[in-house]
Structure formats: structure tokens, C-alpha cells
């Protein structure tokens, strides 16, 4: 079992920044493709990005490429995503993810999820 705890959201205004954190228990990440996701009030649950076992490799939802990072330590079994240039239209809440068979931006395929943290972005 994986348990995964997301911080660092909160209020912003357009055009900030934050850094999410998700950081691990339980078990290793290092085995594991790491993803965010996001479901905005009356919307369904949505990827924002991926990141491979060793972290070389990166992938993002075309809304968020070019300001959004996702990175990971594994030695401190923790994955960030750090947001740039944020827009209203990123207020929602976040979750961290984890998949141990593929490479995957849907939802369904991750076997373990955080509780999520709340990214509110005012205009």
C-alpha cells in the first residue's frame, strides 16, 4: 500500500506561482509513474501530467504545458508539480497519483490517490 499526501495549495492571484508537494508512504515511489489530476467544481477529474520511474520523462495536459513542471526525489519519495502563470481557469483541486503497470494519462489506470489540495486562482 501507498499512501500519498498532497500541500502546498492555496489562494493566488492570477499570474503566481505554487509549488504542490506529494510525498509518500507506506512503499517506494521510485517503482511507480507519478500524475497529477485535477477536478474543478461541477467538472470531471482531469490529467495535468505525468512523470516516468526515473524521471526523465515528462508529459502535460496542453492547458497547462509550458507553465506547469512536474519533478520527483525519489530518495525523498516525493513528487512535485510547480505551477507558473496560473489562471483563473486552474483553481481546483489537485491529487497526486500513482501507477505501477504503464504508461498512462487516465485516471482510472492509477492504483493510489491523495486526498487532494485545494489550488484556488482569483482574477
Known amino acids: 500500500q501507498v499512501q500519498l499526501v498532497e500541500s502546498g495549495g492555496g489562494l493566488v492571484q492570477a499570474g503566481g506561482s505554487l509549488r504542490l508537494s506529494c510525498a509518500a508512504s507506506?512503499?517506494?515511489?521510485?517503482?511507480?509513474?507519478m500524475g497529477w489530476f485535477r477536478q474543478a467544481p461541477g467538472k470531471e477529474r482531469e490529467f495535468v501530467a505525468r512523470?516516468?520511474?526515473?524521471?526523465?520523462?515528462?508529459n502535460y495536459a496542453d492547458s497547462v504545458k509550458g507553465r506547469f513542471t512536474i519533478s520527483r526525489d525519489n530518495a525523498k519519495n516525493t513528487v512535485y508539480l510547480q505551477m507558473n502563470s496560473l489562471k483563473p481557469e486552474d483553481t481546483a483541486v489537485y491529487y497526486c497519483?500513482?501507477?505501477?503497470?504503464?504508461?498512462?494519462?487516465?485516471?482510472?489506470?492509477?492504483?493510489?490517490w491523495g486526498q487532494g489540495t485545494q489550488v484556488t486562482v482569483s482574477s
Open positions: 497519483a500513482a501507477d505501477n503497470s504503464g504508461w498512462s494519462n487516465e485516471g482510472a489506470d492509477y492504483e493510489y
Open positions: 507506506g512503499r517506494s515511489l521510485s517503482t511507480y509513474v
Open positions: 512523470i516516468s520511474r526515473g524521471g526523465r520523462t515528462t
